[in-house]
């Protein structure tokens, strides 16, 4: 699996620095979430497949590009929501679909409970968890995507633990990771340290 980490990146630091301090307000969490959202599409469709196509300016025909299609987006309920207006915004036709999976606080096990998705075959797609734990949610997510044979599959996280990663790397070699940063470890509740909180929580404020 290819990890493409943009930490180093001023403006990515600034926001993390919002998203991670406690006293940032719902409303403001929920703005760098779509901010950061943003970049990291731009950061994924720096290589998306395009076609050539003409176009007349006022004053001259030059060559252009258009996309040949547009990602299938697979938030994973409900944090990733948070991420989908970001990718919309510079993706407006992109299809969307939802993946339902939640943590059982007790075992750290994921459970899922909702699936819905336009037709996946020969698709890329795109799917998104603004926090990359235990990598138990996005496995479980990834593994049942792949039943429906897309083309290729992507992954878009604002933070990832090293122990996320590392099972990504062992169980899903095929599959292209975009984080913002990757922090330091999980905790023995498996939340991400120095991490940022519960971003569901944070994004609606429950």
């Known amino acids: 699996m290819k990890t493409l980490n943009y930490s180093d990146h001023t403006l990515i630091q600034q926001k993390i620095s919002l998203l991670r301090d406690k006293k940032t307000p719902p409303s403001l969490f929920a703005r760098t979430i779509y901010e950061l959202s943003l970049m990291l599409c731009t950061f994924a469709t720096y290589d998306i497949a395009v076609k050539s196509v003409s176009v007349t300016t006022p004053l ?57 998705t336009p037709p996946l075959k020969s698709r890329d797609v795109w799917v998104l968890d603004p926090m990359l734990a235990t990598g138990g949610s996005l496995d479980f997510t990834l593994t049942k995507l792949k039943e429906h ?47 940022l909180g519960d971003a569901g929580d944070r994004i609606f404020n429950t």
């Open 149 to 195: 044979k897309p083309q290729t599959l992507r992954a878009l996280s604002i933070i990832a633990a090293p122990e996320g990663i590392k099972l990504l790397e062992k169980k899903h070699g095929d599959v292209v990771l975009y984080t913002t940063v990757v922090d330091k470890k999980l905790n023995q509740k498996g939340y991400i340290l120095p991490g």
């Open 60 to 116: 001259a025909k030059t060559k252009g590009v258009r996309l040949e299609s547009q990602p299938i987006l697979i938030p994973i309920l409900r944090a990733g929501l948070g991420m989908v207006e970001g990718f919309q915004t510079l993706l407006p036709d992109a299809p969307v679909g939802h993946v339902g999976v939640e943590r059982d606080h007790k075992t750290l096990k994921p459970r899922f409970y909702y699936y819905k």
